[in-house]
């Protein structure tokens, strides 16, 4: 099964369907890598007009 292909997902249900065997739970995980690190953005800052 490639996980990455919706279609061999179906065809994988499928086949579990046509052999009796529902899927009860499913567990997503995705797996959250760590995000880069942030670089402020100064333009945005300079376009605020100060108070």
């Known amino acids: 099964m490639d996980l ?3 279609e061999s ?3 994988f249900g499928e086949v579990l369907r ?3 065997n529902p899927v009860h739970l ?3 995980n995705a797996g ?3 995000p880069p690190d942030r ?3 100064v333009s945005a ?3 605020v007009p100060p108070t």
Request: charged share 10%; aromatic share 0%.
């Open 26 to 28: 499913l567990i997503n």
């Open 18 to 20: 046509g052999e009796g």
């Open 4 to 6: 990455a292909s919706t």
């Open 39 to 41: 670089q402020p953005d």
């Open 45 to 47: 800052a300079a376009a």
């Open 9 to 11: 997902i179906a065809a």
């Open 32 to 34: 959250v890598m760590t």
